[in-house]
């Protein structure tokens, strides 16, 4: 038939001004948020060999990369500390003088609210045992005990000058317990970004480098089950029931099915974090010549703001930020 097909798709992909009019999904700067790693007693930055172009930094370099940050128009940062000791409580987390809460202040003082200061509230990166609570005489990690350490961390962190919290844990009630903490101390406008869905995944190895962690076993006690989904769903739930003002999933690429639900069932920010293991193979795959990285970098990005994420944590945020300015 002459002019066969009449319905042509291919029209709209014909030049890229005609592919930017029509794109349906869009990443901005200002949806990433940077993880970064800050060791207490560095003099200068630390290469993790796990998480090529990652590094620990000191306090002077965590400085200057923040200021990076928010000129690359990264919308948010979210510290890890990492303490020189540590001990079963976990102290160094909930001293308001350790790493972490000083690294906080750090940039609070450097760059203000130019970007959002978030900080993990966890246990993991300051117990000697690796775990994200206090663990009880049987050697389980003790729910309610932990609960009571969150407490205090979370109004160290916003004492610090954290505009945003991310409890990590995943223990049963810690976000509600963390609100009510830091409403009781005065600390009404920090928010908090709950790890509502963090599955037990065996994409985390490199950040444990990152963090040195001292972990032996594993989490699955605490963390979700990668094959669960309505799981997640209530953890969701009760999550933004108690006051959660985001959400996120961890990991992301392995669980964009997990991030479509939890997007369309709930009425707060969705983030999702790309986690350690995620850019390490990308990174490992670019080093063999394997892969376009630049591309690779974008493409994941798009599929997770697709799958609905609006905020993702990438250790690529700055260079993302770039590219897409570009």
């Not at 974090?273 to 995620?278: A, L, M, P």
Request: glycine fraction near 8%; charged fraction near 20%; include cysteine.
């Amino acid at each position: 038939m002459a002019g066969y097909p009449t319905v042509r798709p291919r029209r709209l992909r014909r030049t890229p001004a005609m592919r930017r009019l029509v794109v349906e999904t869009h990443v901005e700067p200002s949806n990433l948020i940077l993880p970064m790693f800050v060791k207490e007693g560095l003099t200068e930055p630390r290469p993790i060999s796990s998480l090529p172009g990652v590094v620990q930094h000191s306090r002077e370099s965590l400085r200057k990369a923040a200021v990076e940050a928010v000129q690359a128009g990264v919308g948010g940062i979210m510290l890890f500390g990492v303490p020189t000791s540590r001990d079963p409580q976990g102290s160094a987390g909930t001293d308001p003088d350790g790493i972490l809460n000083v690294a906080i202040r750090d940039l609070a003082a450097e760059v203000g609210d130019a970007t959002v200061i978030m900080s993990d509230l966890c246990l993991d990166e300051f117990t000697s045992h690796g775990h994200c609570g206090l663990l009880a005489a049987d050697g389980t990690v003790d729910n309610d005990a932990t609960l009571e350490a969150y407490a205090t961390m979370a109004v160290a962190q916003a004492s610090a000058g954290a505009h945003v919290l991310g409890p990590s844990g995943m223990m049963d009630g810690q976000v509600g317990v963390v609100r009510r903490a830091l409403d009781e101390a005065g600390f009404t406008e920090v928010a908090q970004l709950a790890y509502a869905v963090k599955y037990a995944s065996a994409f985390y190895g490199p950040f444990r480098e990152a963090v040195e962690s001292a972990l032996v076993g594993d989490r699955k006690s605490y963390q979700q089950d990668p094959g669960n989904l309505r799981e997640a769903l209530r953890e969701v739930a009760l999550d933004v029931a108690e006051g959660a003002d985001m959400v996120m999933v961890k990991p992301a690429l392995p669980y964009l099915d997990v991030l479509t639900k939890v997007a369309a069932a709930v009425d707060v920010p969705v983030a999702a974090y790309q986690v350690s293991g995620e850019y390490a193979m990308v990174e490992a795959a670019v080093a063999n010549g394997w892969l376009d990285r630049d591309r690779v970098i974008l493409e994941t990005l798009t599929s997770i703001r697709r799958a609905g994420a609006h905020l993702i944590l990438t250790y690529w945020a700055v260079d993302a930020a770039r590219l897409l300015r570009a």
